[in-house]
């Protein structure tokens, strides 16, 4: 199961399905949040996602060096799970966060 690191402290896993989700989800260990895509709110993203101090959140398609962040947290989960489509090859439906 692929994954990208979002911080020092978090993990993202997309699933193409609720079935395939639920399936994981007792293989790990500590689970942040579990949900379809659609539902994910700023408020929620903001918690868990990377931060470059004072320029905004990550942006997983460049490099740490690179000045391309972006504005919001749900834009920057976006490249993250971009990231993961480029090594799965399927669609995220559904995300799983772990804290790990």
Same mark, same amino acid.
């Given at each position: 199961?692929?994954?990208v690191?979002?911080?020092a402290?978090h993990?993202l896993?997309?699933?193409p399905?609720?079935?395939n989700?639920?399936?994981?989800?007792?293989?790990m260990q500590?689970v942040?949040?579990?949900?379809? %895509?659609?539902?994910?709110e700023?408020?929620?993203?903001?918690?868990?996602?990377?931060r470059?101090?004072?320029?905004?959140?990550k942006?997983y398609?460049?490099?740490?060096?690179?000045q391309n962040?972006?504005?919001?947290? %749900?834009?920057?989960l976006i490249?993250?799970?971009?990231?993961?489509?480029?090594?799965?090859?399927f669609?995220a439906?559904y995300?799983?966060?772990?804290r790990?």
């Amino acid at each position: 199961m692929n994954s990208v690191k979002l911080s020092a402290y978090h993990r993202l896993y997309a699933f193409p399905d609720y079935r395939n989700m639920k399936a994981a989800l007792p293989y790990m260990q500590r689970v942040v949040l579990a949900k379809g %895509l659609a539902e994910v709110e700023e408020s929620e993203a903001r918690s868990f996602m990377g931060r470059v101090n004072g320029k905004g959140y990550k942006n997983y398609l460049e490099p740490i060096s690179g000045q391309n962040t972006k504005r919001s947290a %749900l834009q920057s989960l976006i490249t993250a799970l971009q990231v993961l489509y480029k090594s799965n090859g399927f669609s995220a439906r559904y995300i799983v966060v772990e804290r790990g």
